[in-house]
């Protein structure tokens, strides 16, 4: 086909290039998901029932994983194209070994913040791993640990009452582990246990949500 031609048919939603049909993907699954901070290989939540569609959604987001990385292992053996490095960079990828690894707390709530700007609440629709962090922000705003400065970062953006489980699942929030069980005993011990986030040394305390009122 002519260059021309081919143009025509990019604005109309079709790709021929299959660098060009995964990168839209991707960009597809960042307006869904709220996030391009994939993990090398992604773990869906086996304990829910899934749809068939989810099932796919979970294949597809498997095939993404696995693209991303292949585009930084391609950047770090300086094989990547300069067209295709900034539309990465542009979509949020950073193209660094570490961009696959463990998330920054902070980033990840920035993440959330962009998407809730973007659709009027916290929780993507799509599963994945901001929605799986949220959900677990959710449960520990609910039994109440939570560091004071991630909690005043919560406060200044005053995003609290928007994470209620009432507010942010609505009829299909899920079964919140109570503070009696064994798996919420040991995240409170992971949070009394992690280091301060600043020098007042209180941040390793137990610290108690108070959520404003909606």
């Not at 998901?33 to 294949?59: C, F, I, M, W």
């Not at 560091?147 to 005043?152: D, E, I, L, V, Y």
């Not at 079964?175 to 992971?190: D, F, I, T, V």
Request: charged letters at 35%.
């Amino acid at each position: 086909l002519e260059e021309s031609r081919i143009k025509e048919l990019r604005n109309l939603g079709l790709e021929f290039d299959p660098w060009h049909v995964m990168f839209n993907r991707l960009r597809k699954y960042k307006r869904e998901a709220g996030t391009v901070r994939l993990p090398k290989d992604y773990k869906s939540n086996v304990s829910v029932d899934k749809s068939h569609d989810q099932e796919k959604e979970d294949e597809e987001l498997t095939v993404l994983c696995k693209w991303v990385q292949d585009q930084i292992r391609l950047y770090r053996k300086d094989e990547l194209e300069t067209e295709r490095k900034k539309k990465l960079r542009k979509l949020g990828v950073k193209l660094t070994k570490g961009h696959m690894g463990k998330v920054p707390w902070e980033d990840r709530f920035e993440e959330m913040m962009d998407y809730y700007h973007a659709h009027k609440t916290c929780l993507p629709k799509r599963d994945g791993p901001l929605r799986q962090w949220i959900i677990e922000l959710v449960n520990l705003i609910q039994n109440g640990y939570v560091s004071n400065r991630r909690q005043k970062l919560i406060d200044q953006e005053r995003i609290g009452p928007y994470l209620r489980p009432e507010v942010i699942f609505g009829s299909d929030s899920p079964s919140m582990p109570s503070s009696s069980s064994e798996g919420n005993k040991k995240r409170k011990a992971a949070v009394l246990a992690q280091p301060s986030d600043d020098n007042s040394g209180d941040d390793a305390k137990k610290v108690k949500i108070e959520v404003m009122a909606v």
